[in-house]
């Protein structure tokens, strides 16, 4: 019987873990249809959005 509890509430997880991936894949899609963006668009945006926060985060660390 204890082992049956466990699966069931390690079952859940994935469950959470999936409608957080269903919410920010419905919510990229959005922005993109807002801005008119293709897929290789938002990948060049997210490129230069990691550069330029590894550019600040080294600049703070390193003052």
Do not use: D, E, N
């Amino acid at each position: 019987m204890g082992k049956t509890s466990k699966k069931s509430k390690k079952a859940k997880k994935p469950k959470q873990t999936c409608s957080v991936l269903l919410w920010h894949k419905t919510f990229i899609k959005r922005i993109r249809q807002r801005f008119g963006l293709s897929k290789y668009q938002m990948l060049w945006i997210t490129f230069g959005k990691g550069l330029l926060i590894g550019y600040v985060l080294a600049f703070l660390v390193h003052r």
